[in-house]
């Protein structure tokens, strides 16, 4: 389970920019090498600094992070959603990503022409929020279509999944998106079917100049507004600094990015930002053979973590033992936990913490 994220905007608002630099970054940390799945996509390791001490300790064969994926689209214009531009034709890329990254221009810059001629991010976000709307009432529209039939002839299933369908696309036609309406839980397994756009968690990344940085200014403060409403996070970003901090050594970046008042890259902004908005959490593993982190649901149970792992970990599920990262990091060993009592047998009710060292026992 790694954390995918959609990255969408207008363009030129410097969405390839903000994508490039993040992924360059990621690929410098160590032990994970970039990869690109294709020309739109990258998967970078989460940086985590409990894995160093972790492989200090065990002297692992290898060292694994979890990972971000960032999937790029085409910038959507007014009317994308009708075969204007080409951001249309690339939304259903992101139609399984678990949030999506809306980057807003919030810099002024006579050499980058903007696509409706001025800087307005409020316009810009609803100008996108439109175009998501309408991408995800034709899913809707189609679906609809494909279950009346069904329904007619009387299938139960059909039926429940038309009256979703038919809900969510009377809160679309309204003008709002997916996540604004009130679903039962009975019908939210049938909405998360649809993998609609507007259903996600939105992370908006303000894009601004160096001399913006690090609070951004009054556009910045209209989109926090915005993400206030809409109970989201927003993140301040430099396209141009990233870029640069990608091409530095992790002591160099420290250096630069505090001439901008910052204590880390944008990377690691969006990670955190991205964590708290999807209530995800990190657990280890810990031995001779590997170190690794693993990306569970925060309030997820040790049976649930240890399906992450694998879906036999779960089915055959003992017990979770388990040491608190920061117990290890300060014994130094994993006999000195023990010895101080800090090592726990934990059942299937254990709730899994951020930072837990946990071995699972399990039956095959």
Known sequence: MSLRIGIVGLPNVGKSTVFNALTKAGAQVANYPFCTIDPN????????????????????????????EFVDIAGLVKGASTGE?????????????????????????????????????IRDIEVV?????LKDLETVTNRIRKLEKNAK???????????VAQKASAVLESGAPIKKGEWTKEELPLLRELQLLTSKPVLYAANVNESQLPSGGSMVDRVREIAKKEHSEVVVICGKVEAEVAELSDEEAKDYLKEFGLKESGLNQLIRAGYQLLGL???????????????????????????????????????????????LA???SQQAVKEKGLYRLEGKEYVVQDGDVIYFRFNV
């Open 85 to 121: 531009g080409l951001g249309n034709q690339f939304l259903g890329n992101i139609k399984e990503v678990d949030a999506i990254l809306h980057v807003v221009r919030c810099f002024e810059d006579s050499d980058v022409v903007h696509v409706s001629g001025s800087i307005d991010p």
């Open 281 to 327: 959490i990190t657990f280890l593993t810990a031995g001779e053979k590997e170190v690794r982190a693993w990306t569970v649901s925060r309030g997820a149970a040790a049976p649930q973590a240890a399906g992450v792992i694998h879906s036999d970990f779960e089915r055959g599920f003992i017990r979770a033992e388990v040491m608190r990262y920061e117990d």
């Open 330 to 332: 300060k014994c130094g």
């Open 41 to 68: 996509v990258g998967v970078v390791p989460i940086p985590d600094i409990r894995l160093e001490k972790l492989a200090e300790i065990y002297k692992p064969e290898k060292v694994t992070p979890t990972t971000v």
């Open 153 to 163: 002839s009387g299938d139960k299933e059909a039926k429940l999944g038309l009256a």
């Open 129 to 133: 929020q439109i175009e998501l709307c």
